[in-house]
């Protein structure tokens, strides 16, 4: 399975999806080898290098992870929207307002990951996760609504989304009042969704059934 | 020096303070040791057994511990006020609306802890903290005023303060949308608030200063 | 142009959107005149009437508000999404969880509406208000994604979105801590939120020019 | 009864807690005259100038207002503390830090005003609102303490205390995603909390009761 992060963006000095991916980088679960890379926070640059990490692997499940700072909680998105319009700008310095990810396609995808089975996991497990109906239209989004374009136009079979964390003990201490969560509990939250999924499609090959 | 956390309350099955208190039992910081005990959310036993444990140990330093859930930081207290109004019941059933913590004592007073040393000290090492104008006025204000009255009138060269903590993620995890901290940043926190309180001691000691 | 809003819901005396519907049903606004309609909230009613309302007067503008508890601004809503997943029950008791608005229709829609627009007029005006990327996933997003579909497949030339709005001061006496916004600010924001979608019309009607 | 409020501060072009003064200023309550005046946000010269008042009108009753930012609801402040720690500089420039409001007075002083009969009051009549543990300890709480500290040093049988309002809607449109209140709900809500303070005063007087 290929998990993906972000480099630090917006003037941080780490990002907690960044270090999510080089600790699980490498390792299995569930049987399957995790393919951990961390993407630039670009938006000329982030999309064509996801298109390539994917055509090269061909994993059966993409996770993208991503930073949202001031969220508590693990939040699994469940709708990609075909709009980028940044509040701030990215790495390379571009602030790209109300255009589309991908000309021409849809408005939306759904995730065809089980988000609900993934948040109640994780709560059974005492760590903080919600379903979530936005992720934002900033660079999350655009790699969120590129991944599901890519599956659903050439990887039928695979399933993928994204999930954003907060910020780390390190970044809010930086910014009064506002909520953070510790690498370990991200580690093991992002640990057990992976399982998650990946056991959703164990259950799935082997009834012969599809996806919704 | 002592420490002193919470059984919990609320219908919760665990309290951090305690957690805490149980993590740093016993150990050597600065070349003290901890001393340290857990107190019944009870406003008719709870100030006794601190009196109890003061008298015998007679501690230079006591720090009380407490949950604040819905709070995203560890907050160092600065002012115990004489008021007890419970939002609701304690272990016990009882529930006081607008009495004082102890009659005849003064409305408040100023923690003698160095609030904004602490809170410094552990943005510094990536803990988020903060220093906060109000303990609430349920048990942990009462322990703390009724601490710092216990100083003030038979310790006077004593320091003591009073810290709340957020809630631990498996409790966060019950209450959607609600920020938490993993114990161990809690307890990293709670171990350089002790250091960084005896590290000022210290100094007063060696200079022969009085305490403002 | 069409004005809905809702009837009260979730055990409420009162929907904020209701009075704004009522207050300026009637009215002639940039010589358009307001046809108001409140809504049930009701995922078997809600949309037959809507449809109903939509036939009947085929207006060239429709604006659905609805009460969006907790939040402290106007919300121009940006995106329907195809979604129905209730975390409460709608007043026939009905809890509909995660299934789509229209069968076969597309993930979501993109309002037709100015949202940035109108929200820069409204903050120009004194009146709080925002864009917002979530329109939830009860009765209110039901009706926008239905309205959206209905413009897109039998009225192109029309304009329609959705407006939430916070709780009233009354409701908001009833649960601590919460934000309010007065009937009359809430009355102010969306007449003006009409004048700023007529104009835009009038100006693409002028110009022959289409809407993006 | 003397009503005081502030100036604009902090870069605001307006201050709510003024705009109340102007409205009230000159009006009958319970057959009470209203003096307003508007304070400066000066640490030098407010108090002066509040003592001033105080000695000139001799007032029963003294209700101070203040602008909270970011708060959703009217304040009603139980305790006033003895320490000036500004987080901003005043209008005059000068930020002080951890000073006394009154060198050698006590750490506090609980309000003499009926904040919960008022807090309930005013839910009564739709207006939200909720008793407060801190006022900060900016320009507001100076006042706030100095009028505590004037009143039980010099009229004892007078009432006074301190309200905090939340933004009004033309300030939180330059400020996303905060809270306001309309100045017809405040003015409301302020006339509501004198008229219940004064009624209580009559009613101590009648029975020839003291305050608690």
Known sequence: MLLTGFEPFGG??????????????GATIAAHRVVGSVL?????????????????H??????ALGQAGGRSEISLE????????????????LQPIDVPV???AP???????????????????????????????????QVFFALAHLLATRLPEARGGFVHVPWLPQQAA??????????????????AAIECALAVQEDLATSGGTTH
């Open 12 to 25: 941080e000095a780490v990002n907690p999806s960044q270090e999510i991916v080089r600790a699980l980088d």
């Open 58 to 63: 061909r994993p059966m499940l993409v996770l």
């Open 78 to 93: 469940r709708i990609a929207v075909n709009l980028v319009d940044a509040r701030i700008a990215d790495n390379d310095g």
């Open 174 to 191: 930086r910014q009064p009042g506002q909520p953070s969560m510790a690498l370990a509990t991200m580690i093991e939250g992002i640990h």
């Open 40 to 56: 630039p926070v670009s938006f000329a640059a982030t999309v064509p290098m996801l298109e390539d990490l994917v055509e090269r």
């Open 102 to 104: 991908v000309a021409g």
């Open 107 to 141: 408005a939306a995808y759904f995730t065809n990951l089980p988000a609900k089975a993934i948040v109640a996991e994780l709560r059974t497990r005492g760590i903080p996760a919600a379903p979530s109906l936005s992720a934002g239209s900033f660079v999350c989004n």
